[in-house]
Nanobody, 120 residues
Framework: VQLVESGGGLVQPGGSLRLSCAASGLTFSRYHMKWYRQAPGKERELVARISDSGGSTNYRDSVKGRFTISRDNAKNTVNLQMNILKPEDTAVYYC??????????????WGQGTQVTVSS
């Protein structure tokens, strides 16, 4: 199984980035997909998740109204559109594939992470 993230980079406050995650080696439509992030010195936190069918989405409060998660089961991809970025969004962002929508499990799959830096 491989999850490959792309789209990170340096952006000014108020700007936008679109992260993508390409999955292979798994039956993508069976997995709920999530984006986590980890800032230096902090624990990894869930940012957004989307159910296997794409019918349900959830966001952490601090990104609601700014971030949008979407998936394309035909292309085995999940995206995270990030708008109105703030310095506190700076972190390494990880793509996650999970059989549980709610729980972070030991059998989850993870990407290698992509750095997002929001700074002027």
């Amino acid at each position: 199984v491989q999850l490959v993230e792309s789209g990170g980079g340096l952006v000014q406050p108020g700007g936008s980035l679109r992260l993508s995650c390409a999955a292979s080696g798994l039956t993508f439509s069976r997995y709920h997909m999530k984006w986590y992030r980890q800032a230096p010195g902090k624990e990894r936190e869930l940012v957004a998740r989307i159910s296997d069918s794409g019918g349900s989405t959830n966001y952490r409060d601090s990104v609601k109204g700014r971030f949008t998660i979407s998936r394309d089961n035909a292309k085995n991809t999940v995206n995270l559109q990030m708008n109105i970025l703030k310095p506190e969004d700076t972190a390494v962002y990880y793509c996650n594939a999970a059989l549980s929508y709610v729980v972070r499990g030991s059998n989850d799959y993870w990407g290698q992470g992509t750095q997002v830096t929001v700074s002027s």
